[in-house]
């Protein structure tokens, strides 16, 4: 039988006891050889003389308190629950705080060492308090403070003593003020502001906080709440402490939305935003973006004010955006210039008329109409633009661009009365007023409106004629010969107007493409020989045939085909007459595409107006187009496509295009869509806005109506 049964278990130390004496056991406390301190000290615990090995420890008790925290093994802790239990010396306790901010001065540690950061203060503050103790520094006061509100509620009363001796030691500057408004703050947020209010009374009576009471409203719900968190952020930002002033205009936002609204601290609020918009820093503007959205999306609170300073700290495309996420009637308008910014920078459709919308409400509007009207007319907006049109227009008159700009727009595509009406009255508005050098716009525009309608012809005609004239018939000439270079798709009724004034046409290829892109396939006669003969009444005439230059005959050459129905052959006639006025002009044709890929959007920027093609090449590529979309050649008409914008982003191509695109999604051809579509968005990016707008718009709707079919494709293929 174990002798030792009767006993009980025996007790096994979890740290093997070390064989050293208490001298030996002291002097590794401070970093001797023989043991580490942690098991030094854990040895020193057992020793019967232990508490006054504590007491003799006490003068040296912030180096030991480091060297056991330094060791890392939770020791310094035990120390400190030591102290307080045996000897609750005020002095080291001190230290030790002290040694605490060296340390750690940004956070509070675990849930231990909270605990004993708060035992630890409680203990000394009788004597601060008699002033036995010399106070502590601010920043131990500020790890202190926040230990104390990671407890929790049950340390309020440490947490005022806290707040005074902060409010007394700091000098109210940006560096050692803000600790004492984060205890107001947090006392504001868990149910205490009366008590908070009490304690802002403290430095506002020693003249220290600077304008921190403001304003706020008697009669809310939550008065004390408000003025706090008010004062706070008003420090904040007097002391330039941005993101601590924009985490305490968070709680300011809550506290309304919660309660109710109130009206300075509303303007406090924007007053902040405000700020940060006017920093420029991406950070301080993302957050006033935050803040302004949560602003509109709550029906607690009133309409945004114009916003305008928060715009202009934002690119065009990124207030266009920030514009469309608000809530509609959530916000004031924007001015009319930001209104017009936004307008420039491809917005959609919808944001578009949103933004017309508001214009119309504006004050003070009529020197950005017509930048407006432009943006409409690019988009065809048609309604809304006629709608601002007419109204502006009872005061002001357009300029000859935007008037271009519009009779374009009105004329484009399938025409209706209404719109021949409007374009019309709009372009007899600008001849009539006292706009200086209206004579090409007057010729581009009557060629953009074709004949005229019944009861106008005289009036408008008559017009028309008297200013292309007016300045003889060479100017005039040269004129005609202008205009059907930059707009070759044009070609066909300036050789019209050339005869109603009996002068010379354009060149002959080029109305002749022209005419093929209207539809006068007849005019291609002359270049065939007599047995082609057969031109239609009324349709252009173009004379005798007269050798052109090698792309005009390679031009026509195609066009022939095409009238035959050989597309493929007159593709790739196009495609040679293409490459080689690319030569000519010093494009790389076959590169193009290549360069978007490997070098980005600037590539095409830098080519984005093409020196001007030959002016034979857009109408013939708006016929081939045309062509193709009646036969339903898709492969052939995605190639002419692809060629002519290699070249020329003219304006009558990219109807056709469009014409085109429109086609092939009746069609249902998804696949031939799926295998062209990608290819073209690089050469997108080398027209001109509005047009690159029109078809990535075409593209778009392409793509949707294909939408169930394509997505049924890529299900089959994955």
Known sequence: MDPHADRGPRHEPDHEQPFADDADLLSSLSGGALLSPSAAYRALRQSPLFGAHLQSLLPRIGDVYTALKTDGEGEHNTLVADLLLRSPSPAALRSILLVEVAHFPKHPGDVLRQGLLVQAYRAIIPSLRRRTLAPLTSASLAVIARAVMAAGHAHVDILDHVYYQLAHAASWTRDDGWPALTILLHLSKHGRAEHALKLLDYPVSLGKLPAAMGRTSASHAEPATLLAQSAVIRCALYWGLDSRAYSAVNDLVTTMSRTAVSGPALELVLTATRGASLRRRPQDVAWAGRTLLALAADEAFPPLPTIDWYYDALSPTAALQFYTSLPENRAAPPSPRQILRMSLSRPEKASLRRLAGDLARAQHAAPIVPGML????????????????????????????????????????????????????????????????????????????????????????????????????????????????????????????????????????????????????????????????????????????????????????????????????????????????????????????????????????????????????????????????????????????????????????????????????????????INHVGKLGPLLEGLEPSSQVLLETMLDSAARRLGQQIEGMMTEEA
Request: include cysteine; glycine fraction near 8%; aromatic fraction near 4%.
């Open 374 to 673: 432009k943006a409409l007319a690019a988009a065809r907006l048609l309604r809304p633009a006629e709608g601002i049109y007419v109204a502006w227009n009872k005061r002001n008159t357009l300029d000859g661009a935007t008037t271009l700009a519009m009779v374009h727009a009105l004329t484009r595509g399938a025409r209706t009365a209404k719109n021949s009406a409007l374009a019309r009255k709009i372009l007899k508005d600008y001849l009539t007023s006292p706009a200086l050098d209206k004579e090409s716009v007057a010729l581009h525009a009557h060629a953009l409106l074709g004949a005229p309608l019944e009861g106008e012809q005289d009036e408008l005609t008559d017009l028309v004629t008297n200013l292309v004239m007016s300045r003889g018939v060479e100017a005039a000439q040269g004129r005609i010969d202008d205009l059907a270079r930059s707009h070759p798709s044009l070609a066909h009724r300036l050789a019209q107007i050339a005869r109603d004034h009996a002068l010379a046409p354009p060149r002959q290829a080029v109305v002749m493409a022209a005419s093929c892109a209207a539809g006068h396939w007849g005019a291609l006669a002359a270049a065939g020989g007599a047995k082609d003969a057969g031109i239609e009444d009324g349709k252009v005439g173009v004379g005798p045939k007269i050798a052109g230059t090698l792309v005009e005959e390679g031009c026509i050459t195609a066009l022939k085909k095409a009238r035959q129905g050989r597309m493929a052959v007159a593709v790739r006639r196009f495609t040679e007459a293409s490459e080689r006025d690319a030569r000519v002009r010093g494009i790389d044709f076959m590169e193009s595409e290549r360069q978007v890929d490997r070098r980005g959007r600037e590539d095409l920027v830098g080519r984005r107006i093409h020196s001007l093609a030959d002016p034979v090449i857009p109408p013939t590529a708006a016929a081939l187009l045309r062509r193709c979309a009646g036969l339903q050649r898709w492969e052939e008409g995605f190639a002419v496509l692809s060629a002519a914008l290699r070249v020329t982003g003219e304006e009558g191509v990219v109807e056709a295009a469009g014409v085109f695109i429109s086609a092939v999604s009746k069609a249902d051809a998804g696949d031939v869509f």
